[in-house]
């Protein structure tokens, strides 16, 4: 079919003409692809470059943009420029970190005030502050990249602990320059470090830059670079901002460029609309949703197996891969079941008695520690989801449910986090019950209850990332509790027997 533009996709066509940089809000289902390929068909004699977020985005790009654009990942480019020097390193085997430290030369612990260090949570810090230089735009190696380390919450703590750590990343950095191998394991995010250091120029009459919302200030450095040489479009949606905790930020909403706006979304009807609506003003997010009148969406609670549960954490993924493949459902994991496993492993050690090197688990030596720290220390009841369900099921029943896993071509149901399901979507989406509503304050209301805290930017941007993933029919359960909250705007319903749109006839 012919492609007809949407009043905002032919206002964007009008801006791109013009040769200045933008900046596109495109919200969830509103076709950012689609307008994108529209824009470079309508401006046949320009070439440019399109920078796709992972490499299955480029590839379904590729086959949609025209030929005169180019769509690649940074990292393949940055592989092209010199990352292929080091294919022999990017092939060699997995090291634990702390096997890394040893021969970094981190062998003794360490004591930062009361806490002592072991050599394994040193060489994981140690490499941790490598990535964190990788994901930034600095020039050079420096403290601020060494990260906190549990139970060093302090600054001049943290001060002691970046003096310590900062030579052996200094030292680990400077193994990787070597293509013929080193001590440290040579990642991807290490060439396009190694790239943008040398201040690459991309050729081309525009680069189109997706998922801007979530880019790693190297990349942006890379991108503002090319201001002065091409047209710069940006496009994302500034309330799918999900990964600022590994140090992506939005570079769309402070981009000096002409901002437009993609509202109407094609993949679900008005009533996901309201839904979506209801956690973009929660977001603080600068636009609003319309869905499309003939998309029969419903959402309510129940109706039925859902095609995707979506998860707030990795230890409710695994609560519920465990009641699915209880009950006979055949199951996938997006992502595979790698991190489960790995931390099913890592209580089985502390529960027999031996260290952990699982780097969430590391300063434990036995699995009383965990508990007690999980049960009554404030900065440890992100464990205690985890310590209930390795108490309740044990590890063994973990591994074997990870065992059980199917490919997703062959499941009834997907599981997932929200984090994973981004750019994905399913006829049908259940909204698990760990996505838990904010704490209570001290204060109380007029009778008699604890009011809560308020509902958080970032908890909001991920409500709204999951609750968009539906196309026919959402079960919105696992975030109820928002329809009791002080927040909650409008003072619309959660959960309800399911209400939707009829499609148009």
Same mark, same amino acid.
């Given at each position: 079919m012919p492609f007809s533009p949407t009043d905002e996709q032919a206002a964007a066509l009008e801006a791109f003409r013009s040769g200045g940089h933008l900046a596109i809000q495109a919200g969830a289902g509103t076709g950012k692809t689609s307008t994108l390929v529209f824009l470079a068909e309508q401006m046949p004699v320009r070439r440019g470059r399109y920078l796709a977020f992972n490499r299955a985005i480029a590839l379904d790009a590729a086959a949609r943009f025209p030929s005169t654009v180019q769509c690649k990942t940074a990292h393949s480019l940055a592989y092209a420029a010199l990352g292929h020097l080091f294919r022999g390193r990017l092939n060699s085997p997995r090291r634990p970190g702390w096997r890394i430290g040893?021969?970094?030369?981190?062998?003794?612990?360490?004591?930062?005030?009361?806490?002592?260090?072991?050599?394994?949570?040193?060489?994981?810090?140690?490499?941790?502050?490598?990535?964190?230089?990788?994901?930034?735009?600095?020039?050079?190696?420096?403290? +601020?990249?060494?990260?906190? @380390?549990?139970?060093?919450?302090?600054?001049?703590?943290?001060?002691?602990?970046?003096?310590?750590?900062?030579?052996?990343?200094?030292?680990? $950095?400077?193994?990787?320059?070597?293509?013929?191998?080193?001590?440290?394991?040579?990642? +991807? /995010?290490?060439?396009?470090?190694m790239w943008a250091l040398t201040e690459p120029a991309l050729p081309g009459d525009f680069l189109l830059l997706d998922e801007a919302q979530d880019t790693n200030p190297v990349l942006e450095q890379i991108v503002l670079a090319q201001k002065e040489r091409t047209q710069i479009v940006m496009v994302g949606d500034s309330a799918q901002a999900i990964y600022g905790w590994r140090g992506a930020r939005d570079v769309m909403t402070r981009f000096a460029g002409h901002h437009l706006t993609l509202t109407r979304s094609f993949r679900f009807g008005p009533a996901l609309a309201i839904e979506a609506n209801r956690w973009l003003t929660l977001a603080g997010a600068p636009i609003r949703l319309s869905g499309a009148p003939d998309v029969p969406t419903t959402v309510g609670c129940g109706s039925g197996r859902p095609d995707a549960v979506l998860c707030r954490t990795n230890v409710g993924a695994m609560t519920e891969v465990l009641s699915l493949i209880a009950s006979g459902t055949a199951t996938a994991l997006v992502g595979g079941g790698d991190s489960l496993r790995a931390l099913a492993w890592?209580?089985?050690?502390?529960?027999?008695?031996?260290?952990?090197? +699982? #780097?969430?688990? @590391?300063?434990?030596?036995? $699995?009383?520690?965990?508990? /007690?720290?999980?049960? +009554? /220390?404030?900065a440890g009841s992100d464990l205690q989801p985890f310590a209930n369900l390795i108490d309740e099921h044990g590890p063994d029943a973990i591994l074997q449910a990870v065992d059980r896993l199917v490919p997703e071509t062959d499941t009834q149901v997907t599981?997932?986090?929200?984090?994973?399901?981004?750019?994905?979507?399913?006829?049908? @989406?259940?909204?698990?019950?760990?996505?838990?509503?904010?704490?209570?304050?001290?204060?109380?209301?007029?009778?008699?209850? #604890?009011?809560?805290?308020? @509902?958080d930017e970032a908890e909001a941007r991920l409500a709204y990332v999951a609750v968009t993933r539906a196309r026919r029919h959402l079960d919105p359960t696992g975030l109820a509790w928002i329809s009791q909250h002080p927040d909650n705007p409008a003072a619309l319903a959660t959960c309800a027997p399911a209400r939707g749109s009829s499609p148009a006839r």
């Open positions: 040893q021969d970094l030369g981190l062998h003794t612990p360490a004591r930062i005030g009361q806490v002592g260090l072991m050599p394994a949570t040193l060489s994981n810090a140690a490499l941790r502050t490598v990535t964190r230089f990788c994901q930034s735009a600095d020039p050079e190696l420096a403290h +601020h990249h060494v990260p906190y @380390v549990r139970g060093v919450d302090d600054e001049e703590g943290h001060a002691e602990v970046a003096d310590l750590i900062l030579p052996y990343a200094v030292k680990a $950095w400077a193994d990787l320059h070597d293509p013929q191998g080193g001590m440290v394991r040579f990642e +991807h /995010d290490h060439y396009l470090k890592a209580a089985r050690d502390l529960i027999e008695g031996r260290r952990t090197h +699982h #780097p969430e688990l @590391v300063l434990f030596t036995t $699995w009383a520690a965990l508990r /007690d720290y999980a049960e +009554h /220390d404030p599981v997932s986090t929200a984090h994973k399901a981004k750019g994905r979507q399913w006829a049908r @989406v259940r909204i698990a019950s760990d996505f838990t509503p904010p704490a209570d304050t001290d204060e109380l209301d007029a009778q008699g209850q #604890p009011v809560p805290k308020p @509902v």
